[in-house]
């Protein structure tokens, strides 16, 4: 592994594979009574989070401190540019604290990229603006590697079609998933209203191997998995599309089309969800949901990339 | 003025003939095949081998002062300039505060005259501090000792439809030009930056689509028809804009267009680090897109070559890409990479390079027809002596630290270029010499630093 986790490329299938054995172990720790262990003890993580997140960041301090890492959190809404200084500047200031890992979470693609140019410490992509959410798309495959496996051992996603539906444009977490879902031989479809596809994706999708489509009745009898993406209800006023109604009746998980899936396929969420929007109510509570289950993967997995990176001396 | 006379012996006029060249009191006095006999107390500068140009004209330089004399200076930009072979730069509107005015445009001037490195011709802004609504006091700042011809909301499109006829049409009365930042405001909005196309997608950044730029020019050269007047297109940076140019010009609608070197050479996959250095407005773009410029170049579609000199402070290009300002340096880098694209090639001769880089400049910025005051003129008797002498040959690895700049945001750092510039004369008078700049005996009058 790298020393940074910056975008879900750095990472090979070989990677992965021993990020989720060590998740697995992580996992089982959730049930203990006493949930700490030791491993991090005297390393300091700090969580950086330049944009709202309730979920990600307790997620990332929970997997610190159940490690004994000294987490701090620190929070700041807008970007330092508003506040006349530089990101550069900022992050220098706190990571000359002594640090040994920086958790980041900016509105702007690229940040903890370029973060990680300029601090000595370990840099841990938690989402740069629209780029990616590298530790998401983790948690997602290591839910949906539980779901195909079998009492807690994990089963392969290889061959297993993925669709993914939503609002791909501003969505980090498509671009994470679909990075590693193909590197763990899933086929994968993206769903989307033409306004909601990045510019690009035709090339994009021919040459990284993933399939698009405008039609999600099409695809969704072909699922194996469905992941759901958040939209939000102020893309419509930049005139992506005309009304949620619309949006609803032809990319929603609705009533009618969990029907169509049937009871077997699974079903992902990241979160936050607009329940009646882009998922119905009785798809997000489906026995079939994994979205509390993608929770509980996500502390699992964030333990497991914290402890590859800061006590393996960034070997696997 | 007394000058000491300089005789420039056996350079290659244009790259073709062999001349001695002798400049007498700022002008060029003689200019012979044969050897030219020179005065005593002549300066004698051996130039075998080297190229004499023109002295190059940049339709495009920003100097940040007054506002950010952090960043760069008239004074210290006239030095960027002079080191790369420029003898005048026209100085762009968006400072703070903005060249709205006659006063402003004429501080401009004079900074720039008490400098004494190159002429320092400012840009006046089209709108009220570039706000895009009501004109600026245009034919104040044409009257004023500053002489403005060229009027520019750099920086921002003048969007408004109306606006623009209306700036068309007005500065048609004193021979004015409406130099326009192409950029449809809905379409590629504040925070755009990153060339809308695969890359912008796996990236997730902001796209700037060509079409952004496409229909503005589309639009103003229709204007420039309806309203009979003069139009031109700053930093073109796409093939569609190249063939709605060569069709408005094939029409005898009176457009010009200048392109940036960065255009002609760097491309949008710079972009992938997430460097700032390369973040440029309009957005680095596609090869297919650079091809297109270099032969609207070749063929004169694009008249001319401009730097979009945009000098930062290092702490502005220090925030992520999105929040990180605009711009690259150009001045002292903007020869050679044209010398590198265009003429180690063979697409253009030196002749072509003083075509884009000093005449036809000159002549859209009304600076060629002002008598002893001109600039891209001729090589020949009579004529103001603004030569710039060019090694052809020269390899020069660019080092952003080498520079009379203020700032190092320049994105040829660690790149080959051919062609370097060896002297620089602005009326007869060296501002470098063997590569270096020349003190000036200029005053610190003026400037602020």
Not at chain 2, 192 to 210: D, I, T
Not at chain 2, 332 to 341: D, F
Not at chain 2, 359 to 377: F, K, M, N, S, Y
Request: hydrophobic share 40%; charged share 20%; glycine share 10%.
């Amino acid at each position: 592994m790298n020393k940074h986790l910056l975008s879900s490329e750095d990472l090979t299938a070989d990677d992965i594979a021993t990020l989720f054995a060590t998740a697995a172990e992580m996992h089982d720790v959730q049930r203990r009574e006493v949930k700490k262990l030791p491993a991090l003890r005297g390393r300091t993580i700090i969580n950086l989070f330049f944009e709202d997140s309730t979920r990600t960041r307790s997620s990332f301090e929970i997997a610190g401190k159940w490690l004994s890492a000294d987490t701090i959190n620190i929070t700041g809404k807008g970007s330092s540019a508003s506040k006349g200084e530089s990101l550069r500047d900022t992050v220098l200031t706190i990571a000359s604290m002594g640090v040994d890992a920086v958790v980041m979470r900016h509105g702007a693609s690229g940040a903890a990229q370029q973060v990680s140019q300029w601090v000595d410490a370990a840099v841990v992509n938690a989402g740069d603006g629209t780029h990616e959410h590298p530790t998401q798309a983790l948690l997602d495959a290591y839910a949906l590697s539980r779901h195909f496996g079998d009492g807690g051992r994990l089963g392969s996603l290889e061959g297993r079609h993925v669709v993914l539906v939503g609002d791909l444009t501003h969505s980090r977490v498509f671009r994470s998933n679909v990075i590693t879902l193909t590197r763990l031989g899933a086929q994968v479809t993206v769903v989307a209203p033409p306004t909601l596809m990045p510019a690009g994706i035709a090339s994009w999708s021919s040459s990284a191997g993933f399939a698009t489509s405008y039609d999600l009745d099409e695809v969704l009898p072909k699922a194996d998995a469905v992941m759901m993406l958040r939209v939000q209800k102020e893309r419509m006023s930049g005139g992506f599309f005309p009304t949620s109604r619309e949006y609803t009746v032809g990319y929603g998980l609705t009533r009618d089309r969990l029907r169509v899936l049937g009871p077997e396929v699974p079903i992902c969420h990241p979160g936050p969800m607009n329940r009646g929007l882009e998922i119905a109510a009785d798809a997000a509570d489906a026995a079939q949901s994994l979205i509390l289950e993608q929770v509980s993967a996500g502390v699992a997995v964030r333990m497991s990339v914290l402890y590859h990176l800061l006590a393996g001396e960034g070997t696997a | 003025m007394t000058h000491q006379p300089v005789i420039v012996r056996g350079a290659s006029l244009l790259g073709e003939q062999t001349a001695d060249v002798l400049l007498v009191d700022g002008v060029v006095a003689e200019v012979g095949t044969a050897r030219v006999d020179a005065p005593s107390d002549a300066r004698v500068v051996e130039a075998d081998g080297l190229v004499l140009l023109p002295g190059l004209v940049d339709l495009h330089t920003h100097l940040r002062e007054p506002g950010r004399e952090d960043a760069e200076t008239v004074r210290t930009g006239s030095a960027a300039a002079a080191r790369g072979g420029y003898t005048a730069v026209l100085a762009m509107a968006n400072t703070s505060p903005v060249t709205d005015t006659a006063e402003a445009a004429e501080r401009v001037h004079a900074l720039g005259r008490a400098a004494g490195i190159v002429d320092v011709q400012p840009v006046g802004a089209v709108t009220k501090g570039l706000r895009g609504e009501e004109l600026a006091e245009l034919g104040l700042m044409a009257r004023s000792r500053a002489g403005v011809r060229v009027f520019s909301d750099d920086g921002k499109c003048v969007a408004d439809a109306r606006v623009m006829r209306r700036a068309l049409e007005y500065v048609k009365a004193f021979g004015g030009v409406v130099s326009q930042h192409a950029q449809e405001p809905t379409l590629a909005g504040a925070t755009a930056c990153c060339h809308e196309g695969e890359l912008s997608g796996r990236l997730g950044l902001p796209g700037w689509p060509g079409v952004a730029e496409e229909v503005i020019v589309a639009r103003d050269v229709m204007l420039a028809r309806h309203t009979g007047s003069r139009v031109h297109v700053a930093h073109a940076s796409t093939a569609g804009t190249v063939e709605v140019l060569r069709w408005a010009k094939s029409l005898g609608i009176q457009v010009t267009a200048e392109v940036t070197p960065h255009h002609l050479l760097l491309t949008t996959d710079l972009l992938g680090g997430y460097d700032p250095t390369f973040k440029v407005n309009p957005p680095l773009r596609p090869a297919e897109d650079v091809e297109a410029l270099r032969d609207a170049l070749a063929d004169g579609t694009i008249d001319a070559v401009a730097t979009d000199h945009a000098p930062h402070a290092r702490h502005d290009k220090e925030h992520a890409f999105v929040d990180a300002a605009f711009g690259m340096l150009g001045l002292e880098t903007a020869l050679g990479v044209v010398a590198s694209v265009m003429v180690s090639s063979g697409r253009m001769g030196w002749g072509d390079v003083a075509r884009v880089m000093s005449t036809r400049p000159a002549e859209i910025a009304g600076l060629a027809g002002r008598g002893d005051q001109g600039h891209g003129r001729p090589v020949a008797v009579g004529e103001p002596a603004n030569l710039t002498l060019v090694d052809p040959a020269a390899s020069v690895v660019v080092d952003r630290d080498d520079s009379a700049s203020l700032s190092r945001n320049n994105p040829w750092h660690g790149r080959t270029l051919t062609a370097a510039v060896r002297a620089t004369f602005l009326r007869g008078t060296p501002t470098v010499l063997d590569g270096q700049l020349v003190e000036i005996g200029a005053t610190t009058e003026g400037s602020l630093t």
